[in-house]
């Protein structure tokens, strides 16, 4: 529920259990538009999957998503990555994130299974919105000892982040170019040699990206595909 009246939140906040004392402990800007943001908190009774994500109530009337990249042992510290795009209200309320906030939690969520624990293989593919699914997903496939490569589409100022995040075996590619036209995607290294089409494909990030590549998936490939759209340009609160 992206948007709904002022009275359905606060009556939702009354209701739905919250997670106490959460609290901004650091925040850092990767770049001028992406920001890692540390929660400090009691996490110790929750779940974090791959995936997992919290339904943020970003102003009176609207919530947004937002992925826990990682999680310290002790589950008293998180951290999430928020594309700072300028032209929302979740984006606002992470620019304006500081230390010492108190923010409000509810439990972390996972509505889709985006980790396959049966492939070998894994294609990460995503934008800004999606690097803390891929910090998640990086930890996991390293301990369990996966093949693995990251393709990112990234504004210019963000091409260094993966690499500053750790997430080796990574392309970078520039925005609104090559996964805007499915004649470019199938060019792309992956789809001329075989040693990626029996992996399992995961496509988050810009909806018209993520559609395009998966057909041609689907086109040239017999893999699985796992796909989220995580924003739609000019669609508000997907
Ligand atoms: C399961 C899930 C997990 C997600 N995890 C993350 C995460 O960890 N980090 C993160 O940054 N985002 C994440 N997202 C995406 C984020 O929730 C959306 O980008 C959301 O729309 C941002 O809300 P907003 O209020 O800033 O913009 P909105 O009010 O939703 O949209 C306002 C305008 O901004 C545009 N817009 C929205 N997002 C972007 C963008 N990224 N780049 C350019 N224009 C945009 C819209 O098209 C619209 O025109 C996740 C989404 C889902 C579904």
Redesign the pocket.
């Known amino acids: 529920m992206?948007s709904a009246p002022k009275w359905v939140f606060d009556t939702l906040d009354f209701f739905v259990a919250q997670i106490p004392r959460v609290q901004v402990s650091q925040t850092e800007y990767l770049s001028r538009s992406v920001k890692r943001i540390s929660l400090q908190g009691d996490f110790a009774k929750f779940q974090f999957s791959v995936?997992a994500?919290f339904d943020i109530r970003?102003s009176d009337t609207?919530a947004?998503?937002?992925?826990?990249?990682e999680i310290n042992s002790d589950k008293d510290n998180l951290k999430?990555?928020?594309?700072?795009?300028g032209?929302?209200?979740?984006?606002?309320?992470?620019d304006d994130l500081t230390v010492g906030d108190h923010i409000t939690l509810n439990k972390p969520r996972t509505?889709?299974k985006y980790y396959d624990k049966s492939a070998e293989k894994i294609v990460f593919f995503g934008?800004?919105?999606?690097?803390?699914?891929a910090c998640s997903f990086l930890s996991v496939m390293q301990q369990e000892k996966k093949q693995y490569l990251f393709l990112f589409e990234l504004d210019p100022e963000n091409y260094h982040i993966p690499d500053l995040l750790g997430l080796e075996n990574a392309m970078v590619f520039p925005k609104l170019t090559l996964f805007s036209d499915p004649a470019q995607i199938e060019e792309l290294p992956i789809f001329k040699n075989n040693d990626w089409c029996d992996a399992y494909f995961v496509l988050?990030?810009?909806v018209t990206a993520v559609q395009n590549f998966r057909k041609v998936i689907k086109a040239q490939t017999q893999a699985r595909v796992k796909h989220?759209?995580?924003?739609?340009?000019?669609?508000?609160?997907?």
Not at 87 to 94: A, E, K, N, V, Y
Request: some cysteine.
């Open positions: 992206p995936g994500f970003v609207n947004r998503r937002y992925t826990i990249a999430l990555i928020a594309h700072i795009h032209h929302g209200c979740g984006s606002d309320f992470m509505e889709q934008d800004e919105t999606s690097l803390a699914l988050t990030g810009n989220h759209g995580y924003w739609l340009q000019g669609k508000k609160g997907l």
